[in-house]
């Protein structure tokens, strides 16, 4: 059974309360990207009954529209060519598909993707993140300890990000509403800080610290410098820490975040990205692109404003949200 059949079977009822509402999570938050690319292919499909060099060439600017990415779309384009050689397929209909079956193929890439946070058993997991300004990072950071809380977990916030005015404040706020602990200072370095913070998350064996780090990127050699240093920190501090350093792209920059990926996965050791505001694009083609060009997973998507609305990245919820009018589902209609 190919995803396409997949998809018609199993978002149904069967599926737990909390699966169904994270399906329409991912139906609402793509709705953008979904109305744009799907209407597309669909007046694509109209316009050619049978699939030759003009169809592709009209989708390969659609797929690229959606944000994918040049180079991603063009090996796409030729699996799609080699599958409707070999495969003998002459209807655009039959095409879809496949065209949802490469998708997924896209992503995966052979590879077993781990979407998970790596918790260690012993001491606190630390979890870095890191970003450029506007990008998210506070609130996701905000986001993550409210679903971290919700499961049990004793939380701490570190708000290493010095830099910024009002970045200590926002994320103070931020801890009151989840229900979080947070350690910050005034007027010292992000190392400082968070040494401080760590050592109080050892000696009162908390569960998770959150930490969050100044966005800037336009001086590549300070921020490498910077990063170094809170990396030699946490490591003193607790040992094969930090456990993740999560990279925040606003989804909504597009192609940029490519680049932002790229340039931070230069300066640092990046374990997994997570797109934000991807609800506010109707580019949601950047997953795929991200994947393609940086091989980094994406761990979690923002499909919102609201606390819980920072979901687990996942692929197969990714594509029916992109394509789940293309497959006759009604679910959540």
């Keep these: 059974m190919g995803l396409f059949d997949k998809f018609k079977n199993i978002f149904n009822s069967k599926e737990t309360k909390q699966e169904q509402e994270d399906i329409l999570s991912y139906d609402k938050g793509l709705e953008k990207t979904r109305n744009v690319f799907v209407s597309k292919l669909n007046i694509l499909n109209n316009k050619y009954k049978k699939v030759n060099e003009e169809y592709f060439e009209e989708l390969e600017e659609i797929l690229i529209m959606a944000d994918i990415g040049v180079e991603t779309v063009m090996n796409f384009i030729d699996k799609l060519k080699h599958r409707v050689k070999s495969e003998n397929i002459v209807d655009s209909n039959d095409l879809m598909e496949i065209i949802v079956d490469e998708m997924f193929i896209i992503y995966i890439n052979n590879e077993v993707l781990v979407n998970k946070i790596n918790y260690t058993e012993v001491g606190p997991t630390v979890i870095l993140f890191v970003g450029v300004n506007g990008a998210g990072k506070t609130t996701t950071i905000g986001k993550l300890a409210y679903k971290l809380v919700n499961d049990g977990k004793k939380v701490m916030m570190i708000a290493g990000d010095t830099f910024r005015a009002g970045a200590v404040e926002q994320i103070d706020i931020l801890s009151k509403r989840v229900g979080c602990d947070i350690v910050y200072k005034d007027n ?74 790229k340039s931070f996965k230069e300066i640092t050791n990046i374990t997994g990205i997570v797109l934000s505001k991807l609800d506010g694009t109707a580019k949601g083609g950047i997953v795929l692109a991200i994947k393609e060009n940086v091989g980094i997973p994406v761990k979690f998507i923002g499909l919102g404003e609201k606390l819980e609305d920072l979901k687990v990245f996942d692929i197969e919820k990714y594509i029916y949200g992109l394509f789940k009018d293309l497959v006759g589902d009604n679910n959540g209609k």
């Design 188 to 261: 010292s370095d992000a190392s400082s800080v968070i040494f401080d913070g760590l050592t109080k998350a050892k000696e009162e064996n908390y569960d998770v610290v959150l930490v969050d780090t100044a966005g800037r990127l336009q001086n590549k050699t300070n921020l490498m410098n910077e990063l170094e240093k809170i990396n030699k920190v946490i490591g003193k501090i607790i040992p094969n820490a930090p456990h993740e350093t999560l990279l925040v792209i606003d989804a909504t920059t597009g192609q940029n975040g490519i680049s932002q990926a």
